[in-house]
């Protein structure tokens, strides 16, 4: 039998299966497979192995007949002692020989990488964690962004592509070298290349205490299909919600705060405001939140308070223009869960989470599926149905 043109496609001579199967194993690359894994605070399990320098996420070679899916849970179980159905991936790397840096003498032909998801993990499967007593010497869990310092450029740069795949929820990366061939705007913009700003402040559904300052206001601003507006910084990649410090034009009032800070940055206009709840930013001398700490004792020790409101988002003006026009935020809708999955709110982020849950339901607006992360570079108004409209002339012109 022969085969009538070259691997490529284009004309050639003809070649028997034997020079054809040759051909194509001159050209074979090597396979491997990873899992990514979080904690419940977003941060990426590592492994510090006893042949690297450098840090890893769980995985290896994938053996020969293997599928990666296989190879990802017989890693796991060989790594970590964890049984794991591995069916969801993340992202799939092209790695160059080049982008590798392997020494000469391995030979080394390139390789194609799968990532795979698993999981956010709680302190019960931590737990459950046994190493195998050679190879993996520890495991421990970074912020996103401390994972350049940690790994080879390569693999951080894989490992942060795979995550913001994740949190996008569009499907998997497809990668060369670890750099998305055609990348979101969360690879655009950078986020969680720098570190996530840390607020594990206790959450509290009640009005602020007389005496306790309010530091900032902030909004989840709700469209009508249930996704929040997000704003990443262009510079930095870091994420937040609308929002800022009071002013003395805001007369004490946080929602006045939160549509001055709205307008003036990400051109945004919300109604309908239901008043959340407040962080506590303790600030005393020793940082503690106790339940026997009175409000009055907080007020006394410099605590601050961080108010939270949510609304419905109704129109999204033209971005900054003029000399701030690069420092303008990228204006995102994300579902309330992703939003979460950017920000670093620790072990309270739930509670606040719930409650943006509850004012949506007041709000009657349907829970948002998962879906890609979408941008908002232009005027928008946002009408009842869930639908998104682009610029008008009576509306917008």
Known sequence: MTTPSAPDGSPGPSMTDEEYGALRASAALWAGTSVLITDEYGRVLVQRVDYRPSYLLPGGAVDKGESPARAAARELWEELGVTAVVDRGLAVDWVSAEGFGAPGVMRFPGEILHVYDGGV???????????????????GFAEPADLPGLMTPGDARRVLSALRARIDGAGPAFLEDGVPIAPGVLDRAGVLRTARVREHFPFRPAPVPEGLPVRRSEGWLLAPDGRVLVLLDPGTGAARLPGGAP????????????????????????????????????????????????????????????????????????????????????????????????????????????????????????????????????PVTFQASGDVRRPCPKVCG
């Open 121 to 139: 993990w709680d302190e019960g499967r931590i737990a459950a964690i046994r190493l195998p007593g050679h190879e993996v010497e520890a495991v």
């Open 247 to 378: 002013g003395p034009v805001d007369h004490g009032d946080p929602w006045a705060t939160l549509v001055r800070e709205a307008g003036g940055e990400a051109a945004a206009t919300a109604a309908r405001p239901l008043y959340l709840g407040h962080l506590l930013d303790p600030e005393g001398p020793d940082g503690s939140d106790g339940p026997d700490r009175s409000e009055a004792a907080e007020a006394a020790e410099g605590s601050y308070a961080l108010v939270c409101h949510a609304a419905v988002l109704t129109r999204l003006g033209p971005p900054s223009a003029g000399a701030d026009a690069d420092r303008a935020p990228v204006r995102v809708l994300a579902t309330p869960e992703q939003a979460l999955e950017l920000f670093d709110r620790g072990p309270h982020g739930a509670a606040q989470l719930a409650a943006v849950h509850r004012a949506r339901a007041l709000l009657g607006i349907p829970r948002a599926d998962r879906r890609a992360v979408t941008e908002l570079p232009g």
